[in-house]
């Protein structure tokens, strides 16, 4: 696609209940990132994936948050047993990240999580 | 890690003045320093950044300056218009390969014509 795709874009659930978000980076973008941004606060990183490598997952801020990245591609954010403090916007952003590139990241919509 | 501090939070300016908005990083390691906009309701844009090899960069009306010693970088925006008014992050990070991104808190700019 032209760019980042992320759904549901919208997310209503109960506390205590899973919820997946889910990531389309640009075609042939090896670097992955999620970040979360609360209401007018900043960009605060989850986890970051670089292609083959392990995941760092250093910004997951609980045993709640879980994500993967399969085939090198599409990225899914879960999580479990939500509580209201999750109630954010979950950014999805991709990267060429390769030596000679600007590291621009080029951000998804957002998935914007409300937890009740 | 990183750690980018980004002041100050909000910012108020009339329509034709100078906006500055300034951040620190902890990691010295760092060599990619980009801001990012992100305008009401919209996702985060590249506008501007500048790698540990210069000091300087400007593109038109903004501008970037880098202090490596001091682990300081600065955002510049000049002759403010309305539609400048956004919140700005900037990020610290290491490019090359491994390009994990720390982004400062923002700047909620408002030029007021």
């Known amino acids: 696609g032209a760019g980042v795709s992320q759904s549901p874009s919208n997310k209503v659930t109960e506390k205590g209940k899973d919820v997946e978000l889910r990531c389309d980076p640009i075609?042939?973008?090896?670097?992955l990132y999620w970040y979360r941004q609360s209401l007018g606060q900043g960009l605060e990183f989850l986890i970051y994936?670089?292609?083959?490598?392990?995941?760092?997952k250093s910004g997951l801020p609980s045993d709640r948050f879980s994500a993967e990245r399969t085939g090198g591609s599409v990225s899914t954010l879960t999580i479990q047993r939500t509580q209201q403090e999750d109630s954010a916007v979950y950014l999805c952003?991709?990267?060429?990240?390769?030596?000679?590139?600007?590291?621009?990241?080029?951000f998804g919509e957002g998935s914007r999580l409300t937890v009740l | 890690g990183e750690n980018v501090e980004q002041h100050p939070s909000t910012l108020s300016v009339q329509e034709g003045d100078s906006a500055v908005i300034k951040c620190t990083y902890s990691d010295s390691a760092s060599n990619y320093f980009p801001w990012y906009k992100q305008e009401l309701g919209k996702r985060p844009q590249l506008i501007i950044d500048?790698?540990?090899?210069?000091g300087e960069k400007k593109d038109q009306r903004i501008a970037v300056t880098l202090n490596k010693t001091a682990k300081h970088f600065s955002l510049h925006i000049t002759e403010t218009q309305p539609e400048d008014s956004a919140v700005y992050f900037c990020?610290?990070?290491?490019?090359?390969?491994?390009?994990?991104?720390?982004f400062g808190a923002g700047t909620r700019l408002a030029v007021h014509p």
């Open positions: 952003a991709s990267s060429l990240a390769r030596l000679a590139n600007t590291g621009e990241l080029f």
């Open positions: 994936f670089q292609g083959n490598s392990a995941p760092d």
């Open positions: 075609s042939g973008h090896t670097a």
């Open positions: 990020a610290a990070g290491y490019s090359g390969g491994y390009n994990k991104l720390i």
């Open positions: 500048i790698r540990s090899n210069v």
